[in-house]
């Protein structure tokens, strides 16, 4: 075995566990079956059976006593017995048929697994189905008892129970913490006290994942073992109950503050019995749906509606013979669900008090946040609440000029004043980054500098992009706040709320981030850092000096108040629109009559309820299997990542753009050039995730189809047409791939399969095409890939816009350049292709844009209302070839504002502002 593959295999390669355990298994049965026919050596057999064993006992099924049946086949040479078990061992875990028969766990039946059902049994169907889920013991108790305390917990099982488990047992914090991060099974640790700390394997990588997953973990010291397993085992996954299990006094560990963590403290020697109820009771709680289950409930009930819904109940639809296929299609029971009540067990959206209202805390506990509010207009309705409850005319946010049109609409709704910053450009690709921390530093100084600091109220960014970089959020906040200590944040992480359950992505969300900063805020050490560092600076230290220091903010002085946006419906099981809101904000209370005020400006009053409903499930979801799902749609990534560039003919015309093409060098302060890079340890890849400043989220990938000659939408289209493939979003030379929790590996083999055909065709089509054909691909990759324009800054608002501005900063009053435009008489059109607009960039007057001019792709408002037109921006859009422009019409020109009218009449909201 090559020294990378030993690598990928040991026990800390936490990137790819499922997926390494699947292919181990599958190894094994290959070698079993080379060993029956005579091919192989035992030897052979022996290794790949230990190196597997290691991974297994982090793992309850096969457990002790199948894996002893295969030793023991394995030394009696009985080659038909081995590779027998061997290969039902292996298809049962790669079905999961274990999980719902007990019988498998047997070593007599020799049976082979059927498939795993793969939809639940239909309501109604009386066959018990009962969630799985496995239970970590960490117990001092010798290895050679582990599988009696396994028995004893199965003793106890009864037919009412909910769900059943089985248990993985280990005896230090190391295999601990190791079974944690690599089985996505265990739901519930119990921890026996008296355990050791160190893991009886080795595991090279191991101690440095645990230094960044939390401190405790890595003291050498023996001392308060449980509470640093439980707050190491929370900080990485906080979704787990923990019970800790003591033969001390433990009235006083429960006094403890730091066992605030632990679901319950017993006393060891109480009954068995107590901690297995109690296990199914935790699993309980996180498995509750208030909402969802009161629904159901509701659509059992006979009814008779008298209000306005007409297909409530189904009878305006199954009645129907013209519109019955309707309710054929959906079933009865979306029509039993639908309601516009708030009463009879429904609770209202706008105003919950039940079953809405616990399902939003619940969504609350399980996302990290301190309050969670359930939209059903998606994440552009979410993003305008937000902006409407938290700034007011003539505030100032700061944010992407890129960023989605709901963040630039909200500003024309709110009438606080954009202050745009610029992402770094990608123009190879014609798309944006994200915005670097140095240029929202400097528009805080410049800001400060024009003494007018006090009006910026918000920043506001996109995490992760669309093409997926991600921020360091903890230090964009940190950094902030050391400037303006009561800075609010919003983070629009419609992409993105999944990375709640990747320990690896959680401190870069804004809520993970958040309690990071908030927990480090309670140190001793964040004064001794922040004093440091402020006689460091010194009195008057210059904007230069402090645009090159990583600034620490005053842990008494900060508010942290941090919003985050999530399409729940983008990467989680909610139904399109499905949207939440998470809110850490220390000040909340002072702003939640506003903060109301938006949800009814912005919700309908018939809020959709399978939509909460399936708000309610997604989380329920991810609160139990959202760790394993999301390792999996990174390992899913990885293997699309590694196929496509590594393949002979696909890699010749395609490739998926690594972190290093992603993210520029000045942002990877760790040196991580891509997942897939020779020589790469995956712990790199969890340095980078930790320290740059930008990290790239494994599951967006951007695909050049430039080289293979096509441009990203004609790409798009010809997967969708020809090969049922749906991608996400394009550019002029490339789409973006994503994978997401329901892809499997089958997926992969479709899309490479996909690709191979079409490489194999253009080769083809080169080959017989002779020279003219080859010259033509060519010059088509050249204009794709080479002849790229420029990517437009943003250029200024018109001065007129601009009375109210500093004289340094950009911000502009962009409401009343959006309402200017309603009057036609104030507006004319211009051609972009005509003389007239070329002699008005040359010998003005300005030309100042009307309305939002957004070409799709690449999805950036590149006017903006009141926005100055530059020769550069007329040159884009000259080149531009997409026919796709919202709020540009072809025929009429540019929509743009009369520049007489503007000379004349001062801004309302100027006056106003003023005033304040
Ligand atoms: C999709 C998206 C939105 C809007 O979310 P919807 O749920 O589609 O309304 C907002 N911001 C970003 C960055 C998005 O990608």
Not at 657 to 668: I, L, N, Q, T
């Amino acid at each position: 075995m090559s020294s990378s593959a030993k690598d990928a295999r040991s026990i800390d390669h936490f990137f790819s566990a499922p997926s390494g355990r699947h292919d181990r298994w599958r190894d094994l049965h290959s070698i079993a079956r080379s060993w029956a026919n005579g091919d192989a050596k035992r030897a052979a057999v022996e290794s790949a059976l230990e190196d597997l064993a290691v991974l297994e006992e982090f793992h309850a099924f096969p457990g002790t006593e199948l894996m002893t049946a295969l030793r023991e086949r394995l030394k009696n040479d009985d080659k038909p017995g081995f590779l027998a078990l061997a290969k039902r061992i292996s298809l049962d875990i790669i079905t999961g048929n274990y999980k719902q028969d007990a019988g498998e766990w047997q070593k007599a039946d020799l049976a082979l697994p059927d498939p795993a059902d793969v939809l639940p049994p239909a309501l109604g169907e009386t066959r018990a189905y009962r969630p799985y889920f496995e239970l970590l013991t960490v117990t001092p108790a010798p290895a050679a008892r582990w599988p009696h305390i396994a028995s004893e917990f199965r003793r106890l099982r009864r037919q009412e129970d909910a769900f059943i488990y089985e248990s993985v047992l280990v005896g230090s914090l190391e295999d601990a913490v190791c079974a944690a991060i690599l089985n996505p099974d265990i739901a519930a640790v119990a921890i026996y006290e008296g355990f050791a700390l160190r893991s009886r394997h080795d595991a090279p990588v191991l101690r440095n994942v645990l230094a960044t997953q939390h401190p405790l973990l890595l003291e050498s010291d023996e001392a308060d073992l449980s509470l640093r397993l439980a707050a190491g085992l929370k900080a990485i996954r906080p979704e787990l109950d923990i019970y800790l299990l003591s033969d001390r006094r433990v009235e006083k560990l429960a006094g403890d503050p730091r066992a605030a963590i632990i679901r319950r403290i017993m006393y060891q020697i109480e009954e068995p019995l107590e901690l297995h109820l109690s296990l199914l009771e935790g699993i309980k709680a996180r498995f509750e749906t208030p909402f969802f289950d009161n629904l159901k409930l509701y659509a059992q009930r006979p009814i008779a509606t008298f209000h306005a819904l007409p297909i409530a109940r189904g009878k305006s639809v199954f009645r129907s013979p013209w519109i019955r296929d309707m309710g054929q299609f959906y079933g009865i029971n979306l029509f039993l669900a639908e309601s516009s009540a708030t009463t009879g067990g429904l609770d209202s959206l706008l105003e919950p008090t039940g079953n809405i209202k616990r399902a939003q805390d619940m969504a609350a506990r399980a996302f990290g946040a301190e309050h969670a509010f359930f939209v059903t207009n998606g994440t552009s309705t979410s993003n305008k609440m937000v902006l409407q409850a938290l700034v007011a005319p003539g505030d100032i946010v700061i944010l992407d000029r890129n960023c989605h049109k709901s963040h630039h609409y909200g500003l024309v709704l709110s009438g606080a004043q954009p202050f745009y910053v610029e992402a770094f450009p990608m123009a190879e690709f014609s798309m944006y980054g994200a915005v670097p921390l140095r240029t929202i530093k400097k528009a805080l100084l410049d800001l400060k500098s024009e003494g007018r600091l006090d009006r910026v109220k918000m920043l506001d960014l996109t995490n992760c992009t669309f093409d997926g970089h991600i921020y360091n959020t903890r230090r964009v906040m940190e950094e902030c706040l050391a400037i303006k200590p009561d800075l609010i944040f919003l983070w629009d992480e419609a992409w993105f709320g999944f990375a709640r359950w990747s320990p690896f992505l959680r401190p870069r969300t804004g809520m993970g981030a958040a309690a990071d900063i908030e927990a480090w805020a309670q140190t001793q050490g964040a004064i001794e850092q922040f004093e440091k560092q402020r006689a460091e600076l010194g009195n008057a230290p210059s904007a230069d000096k402090l645009l090159q220091t990583r600034l620490i903010p005053d842990p008494r002085a900060i508010r942290l108040r941090v919003y985050q946006t999530n399409s729940t419906h983008k990467s989680m099981s909610a139904i399109r629109q499905g949207s939440m809101v998470l809110v850490r904000d220390v000040d909340f209370h002072t702003i939640e009559a506003q903060f109301h005020e938006a949800i009814f400006t912005h919700a309908s009053t018939s809020p959709n309820q399978q939509l909460i409903a399936s708000l309610d499930v997604a989380r329920r979801q991810m609160e139990l299997e959202g760790y394993g799902l999301v390792m999996n749609a990174i390992e899913v990534a990885l293997d699309i990542r590694r196929e496509i560039n590594s393949h002979p003919l696909i890699s010749k015309y395609f490739s998926i753009v690594g972190a290093d093409g992603m993210v520029p060098k000045e942002y990877r302060s760790s040196g991580f050039v891509d997942f897939l890079a020779p020589g790469t340890r995956w712990d790199d890849q969890l340095r980078s995730m930790r320290e740059d400043e930008f990290c790239l989220d494994p599951t967006r990938m951007t695909l050049v189809c430039g080289t293979a000659g096509f441009d990203g939408t004609s790409f798009k289209g010809l997967l969708a047409s020809e090969y049922n493939i749906q991608v996400n979003k394009t550019s002029r030379n490339s789409v973006l791939l994503q994978s997401n929790i329901n892809n499997t590996r089958s997926d992969v083999a479709l899309l490479i399969s996909v690709l191979l055909k079409i490489c194999g065709s253009i080769d083809t089509r080169l080959k017989h095409g002779g020279e003219a054909e080859q010259k033509a691909f060519a010059a088509r990759v050249k204009a794709l890939m080479k002849d790229v324009p420029d990517l437009p800054n943003f250029s200024h608002f018109h001065e007129f816009f601009r009375q109210d501005a500093g004289d340094k900063t950009p911000e502009g009053d962009i409401r009343t350049a959006f309402f200017a435009a309603y009057s036609e008489k104030q507006c004319e059109y211009l051609p972009i292709d005509s003389p007239e607009c070329d002699r008005r960039l040359k010998d003005g007057p300005d030309m100042v844009s009307a309305n939002f001019v957004i070409p799709y792709p690449p999805g950036f408002p590149i006017m903006v209302p009141g926005q100055v037109i530059t020769q550069e921006t007329i040159t884009f859009m000259r080149k531009l070839d997409v026919k796709e422009i919202h709020g540009y019409e072809k025929a009429k020109g540019l929509k743009l504002l009369k520049t007489d009218v503007l000379a004349g009449k001062k801004s309302a909201n100027h006056e106003k502002a003023r005033k304040k």
